[in-house]
């Protein structure tokens, strides 16, 4: 939700004519958009906040911004403990970002911004978007449900729905533009359309998708077992582009911390959705969130944990230690977890995630994938001379090409391959055998339309940029900024 917030907020500013600084190049403007979830965010924002001081010094005119999630949460406090910020906005008024920086500058004076209530939806914004194969849709914002452990709703607010036709319109559009793959975002996708009085929505959003020529691969994030309904499994597996693949956090496979987290699903009901998911695309790769050391876990309660994942055998997890957040009732528990435990517990997690995806990946070998080539997502790609990509069921693939393909240019990011996996490790598949296919694509084309004009205009690679895999792509195929998509209502105003 935040890489794709900063997409619009990078939009936004090339929209009001900013222009991204080169690489290594100081920057006039630096924006942070801050992540609260846990509490190593904040420590890394004042960090970062600190580093810049010095450059801050000997630049008077560069201008500092911090928005998002922790400049929601700590407000003016930013500005107490660096008060050489310029600007604080918070998750509802990303558009005043170029208005605030404006209005610091002119008057001389730091801006601290904070609605209380959305006032735009992103996705009304312009957005520099970092890929031209995959974007990021969102669906909805903000969260109605009271996970004990979780900040996000005071953050973010309640729920806010998008019109089915209004995504669908921004899907269309990116696909016009040579996207490829979307995937629709929202903090709980499976609660969509609640409050547009339609609670088969998402199953229907889904289905929709299916329909739109060109788009090849659809996915979503994240749902919520408690709300996952099987009309959107039927909806999966029956929408050829709909990926096989799933995100659904577990959180912990104790019934009794479940029910603590105020999480109100329990694993039977976990485990169960596991198996109509398998039954029904049988090559699924199933990834979760884990926290670990949640107040009052015993023992018991994370040996749950550790036969859940034995149980649905994750081809991938993101593991936290319990991290308490300021003003969420978990923080107010009794029953912290001795430190030294949670460590302890971590690595286990950890240990036994590993096994499991490196097993589930090796049996993937001799299998032929389908990969969508990325830019950057193999951070050893330039030294190996491999390419990467990610597979449709979302698994990091790396190959080596030989031969005509291997020639620069020929493989664009954004083109379509086909290839045998020949090893499984823990965290991606190799790929080293021949090239079974090549098809060259819109996505492919965009990208290369780019570069040419990147560099007939001589510039310099622009900042490095969070794709939606996550990965680091340099600024010169970048797709150019697209407007954002009219939305005339959003739920409770359509309700
Ligand atoms: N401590 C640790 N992990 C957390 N998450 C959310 N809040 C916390 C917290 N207070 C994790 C959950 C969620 C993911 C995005 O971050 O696993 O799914
Ligand atoms: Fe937080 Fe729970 Fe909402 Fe996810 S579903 S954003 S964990 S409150």
């Known amino acids: 939700m935040n890489v794709h917030d900063s997409e619009r907020l990078a939009g936004l500013l090339e929209s009001a004519g900013y222009v991204p600084a080169a690489q290594g190049a100081d920057a006039d403007v630096v924006v942070f958009n801050t992540c609260a979830?846990?509490?190593n965010a904040d420590n890394r924002l004042y960090g970062n906040l600190g580093h810049l001081y010095p450059t801050k010094k000997n630049n008077p005119g560069m201008q500092i911004a911090v928005g998002g999630c922790l400049a929601q949460k700590d407000r003016s406090v930013i500005l107490d403990r660096a008060p050489w910020v310029d600007v604080v906005f918070g998750?509802?008024?990303?558009?005043?970002?170029?208005?605030?920086?404006?209005?610091?500058?002119?008057?001389?004076?730091?801006?601290?911004?904070?609605?209380?209530?959305?006032?735009v939806f992103p996705s009304s914004l312009p957005a520099r978007r970092a890929s031209h194969h995959s974007a990021w849709v969102s669906i909805s914002v903000g969260c109605d449900n009271t996970c004990t452990f979780c900040i996000v709703p005071s953050l973010r607010g309640g729920e806010r729905d998008r019109r089915p036709g209004d995504v669908l319109a921004e899907v269309e559009a990116l696909v016009a533009e040579g996207a490829l793959e979307i995937t629709l975002l929202g903090q709980n996708v499976n609660s969509y359309g609640r409050s547009l009085g339609d609670p088969g929505a998402f199953a229907r959003l889904l289905r929709a998708c299916g329909n739109i020529e060109g788009l090849e691969r659809v996915r979503f994030t994240s749902p919520h077992p408690r709300d996952f309904t099987d009309d959107v499994i039927e909806a999966m597996a029956q929408t050829p582009n709909v990926c096989p693949q799933l995100h659904m956090p577990l959180q912990s496979g104790s019934d009794a911390v479940l029910r603590r987290m105020r999480r109100s699903y329990r694993r039977e009901r976990f485990l169960g959705i596991v198996e109509r998911v398998r039954e029904a695309i049988p090559?699924?790769?199933?990834?979760?969130?884990?926290?670990?050391?949640f107040p009052g876990e015993t023992e018991e309660d994370f040996a749950d944990t550790l036969?859940?994942?034995?149980?649905?055998?994750?081809?991938?997890?993101?593991?936290?230690?319990?991290?308490?957040?300021?003003?969420?009732?978990?923080?107010e528990m009794d029953g912290a977890v001795d430190?030294?435990?949670?460590?302890?517990?971590?690595?286990?997690?950890?240990?036994l995630q590993d096994e499991m995806s490196w097993a589930e990946n090796r049996a993937q070998v001799g299998r032929r994938?389908?990969?969508?080539?990325?830019?950057?997502?193999?951070?050893?790609?330039?030294?190996?001379?491999?390419?990467?990509?990610?597979?449709?069921?979302?698994?990091?693939?790396?190959?080596?090409?030989t031969g005509p393909h291997a020639q620069d240019g020929v493989v664009r990011p954004g083109d379509?391959?086909?290839?045998?996996?020949?090893?499984g490790a823990p965290h991606h598949l190799t790929a080293d055998g021949p090239l079974h296919s090549h098809r060259r694509t819109t996505a492919g084309d965009a990208w290369e339309a780019a570069r040419s004009r990147g560099s007939e205009a001589g510039s310099e690679a622009g900042p490095e940029v969070l794709s939606p895999a996550g990965s680091v792509s340099p600024g010169s195929g970048q797709p150019a900024v697209s407007l954002g998509m009219p939305t005339l209502r959003t739920g409770p105003a359509a309700r």
Not at 314 to 331: D, E, L, V
Not at 388 to 393: E, I, L, N, P, Q
């Open 369 to 401: 994938v389908e990969i969508l080539v990325s830019e950057g997502e193999g951070r050893k790609d330039s030294e190996t001379g491999r390419l990467s990509g990610r597979a449709r069921d979302g698994r990091l693939v790396h190959l080596l090409v």
């Open 307 to 331: 036969d859940v994942v034995r149980a649905a055998r994750f081809a991938g997890a993101f593991t936290f230690k319990y991290s308490p957040r300021p003003g969420t009732p978990a923080a």
């Open 283 to 293: 090559h699924a790769a199933i990834t979760t969130d884990i926290i670990v050391g």
């Open 37 to 39: 979830v846990r509490e």
């Open 339 to 351: 430190p030294a435990v949670v460590s302890e517990r971590y690595e286990r997690l950890a240990s």
């Open 416 to 423: 379509v391959i086909e290839a045998v996996v020949t090893r």
């Open 91 to 119: 998750t509802h008024n990303l558009h005043r970002l170029p208005v605030l920086l404006e209005r610091a500058r002119h008057n001389a004076a730091a801006q601290v911004e904070i609605a209380e209530a959305l006032e």
